[in-house]
């Protein structure tokens, strides 16, 4: 059974860093799209970054580029979201979702068949 548990999340000011960490089991984490959304109060689920098996190569929302950094380890069976310079607007229940597929990922959350339950990340200003 496929499962992902997120955690890491809590409350930092802005300028901080977190790291997030998504434990998945029950799949070889380089076989599956794996990706990164968060949601906000009020808003629709976006994506933040992802990482396609097939070349390894991790793509970034416009509004995270160069502050985020994701990482996959699959002898860990873990993939981390490196969040930097954090700001007010990141504020959002975090997720990290996954998808049997081997030849490419996407932002879109609608592609993901698996998801975990969220952890909570609020910048404070």
């Known amino acids: 059974e496929v499962q992902l548990v997120e955690s890491g999340g809590g409350l930092v000011q802005a300028g901080g860093s977190l790291r997030l960490s998504c434990e998945a089991s029950?799949?070889?984490?380089?076989?599956?799209?794996i990706g990164w959304f968060r949601q906000a109060p009020g808003k629709e689920r976006e994506g933040v970054s992802c990482?396609?098996?097939?070349?390894?190569?991790?793509y970034y929302a416009d509004s995270v580029k160069g502050r985020f950094t994701m990482s996959p380890h699959n002898a860990q069976k873990m993939v981390y979201l490196q969040m930097n310079s954090l700001k007010a607007e990141d504020t959002a229940v975090y997720y990290c979702?996954?998808?049997?597929?081997?030849?490419?990922?996407?932002?879109?959350?609608?592609?993901?068949?698996?998801w975990g339950q969220g952890t909570q990340v609020t910048v404070s200003s």
């Open positions: 029950g799949f070889t984490v380089d076989d599956y799209a």
């Open positions: 990482i396609s098996s097939s070349d390894g190569r991790a």
């Open positions: 979702a996954a998808k049997d597929y081997v030849f490419g990922a996407t932002l879109n959350p609608k592609f993901y068949d698996y």
